[in-house]
């Protein structure tokens, strides 16, 4: 999946977040360590939703 990612020049480096997933961020010295390292984080997120659905009703609907 492509998810989209805000990235932010901070004094330290760069910080990055993904809007679409409220609290899913991370930080590098570059942003190609930034971008790396929010793949990781997106990953680590949607598996923890994972696990907290296992079991429940989940159901898909496309929005136009």
């Known amino acids: 999946m492509t998810y989209q990612v ?3 020049h901070t004094d330290e480096g760069y910080s990055i ?3 679409i ?3 899913c961020w991370s930080e590098g010295k570059t942003k190609v360590e930034a971008l790396e390292n929010i793949k990781d984080a997106i990953q680590m997120y949607l598996e923890v939703i ?3 659905t296992r079991g429940s009703d989940i159901r898909e609907v ?3």
Do not use: E, F, R, Y
Request: hydrophobic share 40%; aromatic share 0%.
């Open 21 to 23: 997933l409220p609290g």
């Open 50 to 52: 994972a696990d907290n």
């Open 17 to 19: 977040n993904c809007p």
């Open 62 to 64: 496309q929005v136009a």
């Open 6 to 8: 805000v990235i932010t």
